[in-house]
């Protein structure tokens, strides 16, 4: 167990809607990291977070958004959903933030979203 | 060309042998190095980590990082079941805000 904890593990959702996924960091830790995870991409960075400011944007699309709430719990909105949207995404969590040395990712169990 | 290039495989070997997986990589200011292990529809796992050049042991694990040559290698001793699975490497350079992790090599340990 990573201790990173992400829900739901599952959603099954349709074209057009929106979905929040969860995710609370490891005790003690301050930056979170948003991953996307399909057979064709490999692990795709979409967006940091350290103690509840944004620090890094990657391949995010505009229709996804994300937040870092003063408890470090983090939150993946994704909105007006695509089927090429399905794709397993990864909660991450680190005491600092990369290119410090503090490169220890410890990642949670995924969301996996089916959009039909 | 991909930052980090690593063979998807898959690569099957029996149990007891000795696996070898590798990554080489273009950017040469990369100096924390990584390999992670993950299980079918799981989270990649922390198994290795290394700063710089070097090898590392950890119990069954070497990792390895020639940064001259931009490869780094994991192998695994004496292969169990257990180690099937998906290994990513993963690395990144100062001030990196992300890692730039590999493709991934799916290892299949035949009993």
């Known amino acids: 167990d990573s201790g990173v904890t992400q829900t739901p593990k599952h959603l099954i959702t349709a074209t057009g809607q929106r979905v929040t996924l969860r995710c609370s960091p490891r005790s003690g830790d301050l930056s979170v990291y948003w991953y996307q995870q399909s057979l064709d991409q490999g692990l795709q960075f979409l967006i940091q977070?350290?103690?509840?400011?944004?620090?890094a944007k990657g391949n995010i699309l505009e229709r996804f958004s994300a937040q870092q709430f003063p408890d470090l719990h983090s939150e993946l909105n994704l909105s007006s959903l695509e089927l090429g949207d399905s794709a397993l995404y990864f909660c991450?969590?680190?005491?600092?933030?990369?290119?410090?040395?503090?490169?220890?990712?410890?990642f949670g169990s995924g969301t996996q979203l089916s959009v039909l | 060309q991909k930052e980090v290039e690593q063979d998807p495989g898959p690569l099957s070997v029996p149990e007891g042998a000795i696996v070898s997986l590798n990554c080489t990589y273009s950017n040469s200011a990369f100096q924390y190095f990584m390999w992670y292990r993950q299980y079918s529809r799981k989270g990649p796992e922390l198994l290795m980590y290394?700063?710089?050049?070097g090898n590392k042991e950890d119990g069954r694990f070497t990792a390895q990082v020639d940064k001259s040559s931009k490869y780094i290698s994991l192998f695994i001793r004496d292969s169990q079941p257990s180690d099937s699975a998906t290994y990513l490497c993963a690395m990144s350079g100062p001030d990196d805000y992300k890692l730039s992790f590999g493709a991934g090599t799916t290892v299949t340990v035949r009993a």
């Open positions: 290394t700063y710089s050049s």
């Open positions: 991450a969590s680190s005491v600092g933030v990369t290119g410090t040395g503090n490169e220890k990712l410890f």
């Open positions: 977070y350290y103690n509840g400011e944004e620090r």
